[in-house]
């Protein structure tokens, strides 16, 4: 075991693991978004809205991340229409390809940690709200979602470690993260497995944060 390249490889590794949490920060919120707005599209009563939502879940929680990676890399590069487009300024880049592959897979999965969430309010608080002359959109976007949002805490915060996890696959499309940097270290040295022992670490160490931040959110929101 090589405990001097363990050493020093820890803050190379560590200046990875930033590219990997802002990974992880941007798909999250975008995602956040993208589950919101899928959930309550899961909702409606109008059944195309309906299955138009439940096909995104579907095709984005049925497939693996790492095939809508390499679709959304590659394969709209081969679009030539999006190459002389506006949007080939963004798509061109792998930062922003793995950013957008992993918010829409986040978004699928959190649209139904939502919808679940939703659907488990009683409707008597509904009813109270509606008792007191308080508007459905003022109810929804002042009681629903609130309690939407502390009820899915347990099944969101799964959903965030998985997702750093998921951010390793990152390096298949050049990108520097912890992952990366840990192949390109292992690439000079042929030691993975003093690397990737530091490297988990690091993961490790991240998970164990977002897990007691979580039960701080739970404890704290509890009703």
Known sequence: MDFELMINSFPKLLNAAVVTLKLLSISLIV???IGLLFAILRLNKNIFINKFAYGYSYVFRGTPLLVQIFIIYFGLGQIDSLRSSFLWVILKEPYWCAIIAFALNT???????LRSAFQTIKPGIIEAGKSLGIS???IFYKVQIPIAIRQSLPAYGNEIILMLK???????VTLMDLTGVAKY???TTFKPIEVFIVAGGIYLFMTY???NLIKFLEKKYSY
């Open 185 to 187: 270290i292992i690439s």
């Open 166 to 172: 998921g951010t390793s696959l990152a390096s298949t």
């Open 136 to 138: 459905n959109k003022i």
């Open 209 to 211: 944060i977002i897990h």
């Open 107 to 113: 978004g699928a999965y959190t649209s139904e940690i």
């Open 31 to 33: 995602g956040l978004f």
